[in-house]
């Protein structure tokens, strides 16, 4: 076992400090560490081993030993929240001192932006054989480019105290469902505040569509699916793309189920059936159609959590699906997002309490129902059964995202 730098809390710095001074270090690590377990004491001796000098003592290299460690003070490792530090270095007097005094005052500046303390950088440059460095830390962090870092850690965590304040009220809100909208309503109460909403019944003055009506009405036409959407398919989206008559488009999606085959929108069936246009309505906020798509497919299709750069309506014209939402300030889905706009979180796999963990918010469409999906909100969309949905832009405000109070 390497023994591992760790910092010392709570005083015991200063137990261990009083022990070492008159030799006793064995028997101070003996008191401290009945509730501590033994390897976070093991680097406590390590690190405490090389303040003198970088030498180390005799107790100290015995006392990790009856710990069941082993003491390297020349790869003493600082663990994955630290950057590397320079290769060699030393210290004279309150300055980083000779070629690499540069390197030494950017390593701390680097550490101040990767959220380590004052106090924990001197514990580790002290782990690293280097004493008497307090001095040469504040003498750095005075330096342009770590009280640089410094500005920018403080603004970082400024940032993150607004974000979170805005995610409270962000789940407070949740996702609203209404039974009747209009534009004035839905600008002040939900484009306004970046905030989703359910309209039950929107599309219910539409033309009705079903599986059938659609395979009688374009009885000859061709359309573009995407095949075996499995895997990470977004990264190479034309190798998916199949061309099949409609009318198997439709018994498939009735009969089968699964992303074995779905029309999705980047497959734009509706430039094979622009006809169908005409049956689409505009939506409160809307004043034209805009970038519309159409989605057919079977039951068990799973659009994996993304987000779209732009809002839009999202309406089921046949069929049921469940949509996962969570806000764009939900800064930890930051951290597992992949390839721009699609994230490793699964919701539809979590558990309703690692859902709400997450701030994630569950709606289910039925036919007729619309959700407005607000730009950059995260969402996986799966199908509870056979499925026709329409994807809509064209708002009278503009869709950028200086006009939306979420930050």
């Known amino acids: 076992m390497d023994v591992r730098f760790t910092p010392i809390v709570d005083g015991r710095d200063a137990a261990v400090e009083e022990h070492t001074a008159d030799g006793r270090l064995r028997h101070a690590i003996g008191v401290l560490a009945r509730d501590v377990p033994a390897e976070e004491w093991a680097s406590t001796v390590a690190w405490f081993a090389r303040t003198r000098d970088g030498n180390v003592l005799d107790g100290a290299r015995d006392a990790v030993v009856a710990l069941g460690g082993e003491l390297v003070p020349e790869t003493v490792r600082l663990g994955p929240d630290w950057p590397e530090p320079p290769r060699d270095g030393h ?5 980083f001192v000779g070629p690499t005094a ?5 390593w701390v ?6 959220g380590q303390t004052e106090v924990a950088i001197n514990g580790a440059l002290r782990a690293l054989g280097m004493p008497g460095s307090a001095g040469a830390v504040r003498d750095a962090l005075v330096r342009p480019v770590a009280r640089d870092a410094v500005e920018r850690e403080r603004r970082l965590a400024h940032l993150e105290a607004l974000l979170d304040a805005h995610l409270l009220f962000a789940r407070q809100g ?3 469902e209404v039974d009747a909208l209009d534009d004035a309503v839905f600008f002040a109460h939900f484009w306004v505040a970046h905030r989703p909403v359910v309209f039950r019944g929107a599309a219910r003055a539409w033309p009705a569509w079903s599986f059938e009506a659609l395979a009688a009405r374009f009885p000859s036409a061709t359309v573009q699916v995407t095949a075996s959407r499995w895997g990470a398919w977004w990264r190479d989206r034309p190798s998916h793309h199949r061309d ?11 009969e089968g189920s699964g992303d074995g085959t779905y029309a999705v929108g980047h497959n734009r069936l509706f430039e094979a059936l622009p006809a169908l246009l005409d049956d689409v309505r505009v939506l409160p906020g809307q004043e034209r159609i805009v970038h519309p798509s159409l989605w057919i497919g079977p039951a068990g299709t799973l659009t994996p959590l993304h987000f779209d750069p732009g809002s839009a309506w999202l309406v089921q014209r046949a069929g049921r699906k469940r949509v996962h939402l969570a806000s764009p300030l939900e800064h930890g889905l930051l951290e597992t997002a992949i390839d721009g ?14 859902r709400a963990a997450r701030g994630f918010t569950t709606v289910e469409l039925g036919p007729d129902d619309a959700l407005w999906i607000p730009a950059t909100w995260w969402h996986e969309v799966a199908s509870l059964t056979p499925s026709i949905s329409v994807r809509t832009a064209g708002f009278r405000w503009p869709d950028d995202l200086a006009h939306h109070v979420f930050v």
Not at 91 to 95: I, L
Not at 109 to 114: L, N, P, Y
Not at 244 to 254: F, G, I, R, V, Y
């Open 91 to 95: 210290v004279f007097g309150d300055r």
């Open 102 to 106: 540069d390197a030494w005052v950017a």
């Open 109 to 114: 500046a680097r550490c101040i932006e990767a």
């Open 174 to 176: 949740g996702v609203a």
């Open 244 to 254: 099949m008559p409609l009318t198997e488009l439709l018994t498939l999606a009735q």
């Open 341 to 354: 706009s699609y994230n490793s979180v699964r919701p539809s796999a979590l558990s309703d309490e690692e």
